[in-house]
């Protein structure tokens, strides 16, 4: 079975600095992605960045990247420069390959706080 | 850019009735999906639907509910005698390749049962 865990249920930092969402895994299937939303306070889902398991190089999207550990079982999502409105809660979510159905299961989420 | 569009964004219900929630996935998109988030909570699978058909449901998915693809664009999701304990944010979700990236989400259409 597939699991993921978010331990921080919220996390402060200061404007322009950076911040890092702990995200770790649990799965036994080969291959698999790794993905990151964003939820802000308006509910939609936001996709971020992914990471697929058998990618060489940590994804980077703009000023977010994936700190990928497979040995870990990690993918913590880094946001560098933080902005007010990177405040928000942060999903991250496993999917499995191969099969029909390719579920994302996500974690408890982040409540991020950027404070001026 | 193509998205995923939802209605209603907001529905409020009385508890045994019936609610269609509808979907518009990507045109070109063969994977369809509903997940639900009751408010503070994760967000959970609920049924995931290819070729005409359903290709995993979780145990949220009870014969309450059901999917439906009834021509080439809707994808809706039936809850036939709502309970008190559906009301939650639902969000369809759609992709094209299972194998690879991104899993696009509508906004959500957050239903209320009263």
């Known amino acids: 079975a597939q699991k993921i865990t978010q331990t921080q249920p919220g996390m402060f930092v200061q404007e322009k600095e950076a911040v890092t969402l702990d995200c770790t895994y649990d799965t036994s299937d080969p291959s698999y992605g790794l993905f990151w939303y964003k939820q802000p306070s308006s509910g939609e889902m936001i996709f971020l960045i992914y990471?697929?398991?058998?990618?060489?190089q940590n994804a980077t999207e703009g000023r977010y990247s994936l700190n990928f550990q497979k040995a870990r079982k990690s993918a913590n999502l880094v946001i560098s420069a933080s902005q007010l409105g990177d405040s928000a809660m942060y999903f991250c979510a496993m999917g499995a390959y191969g099969g029909a159905t390719n579920k994302l299961i996500f974690g408890t989420g982040t409540l991020l706080a950027v404070q001026p | 850019e193509p998205e995923v569009t939802q209605t209603p964004s907001h529905q409020v219900t009385q508890m045994g009735q019936e609610v269609i929630l509808r979907c518009v996935p990507i045109s070109n998109h063969l994977y369809f999906y509903w997940y639900r988030q009751i408010l503070g909570q994760k967000v959970e699978f609920l049924v995931s639907?290819?070729?005409?058909?359903?290709?995993?449901k979780s145990e949220i998915f009870d014969d309450q509910f059901s999917v439906e693809r009834p021509d080439g664009s809707n994808f809706t999701l039936k809850i036939r005698s709502t309970k008190l304990e559906d009301s939650a944010m639902y969000f369809c979700?759609?992709?094209?390749?299972?194998?690879?990236?991104?899993?696009?989400f509508g906004e959500g259409s957050r239903l209320t049962v009263l």
């Open positions: 990471q697929g398991s058998y990618d060489q």
């Open positions: 979700a759609s992709r094209g390749d299972p194998n690879t990236g991104e899993l696009f």
């Open positions: 639907f290819y070729n005409n058909e359903i290709s995993e």
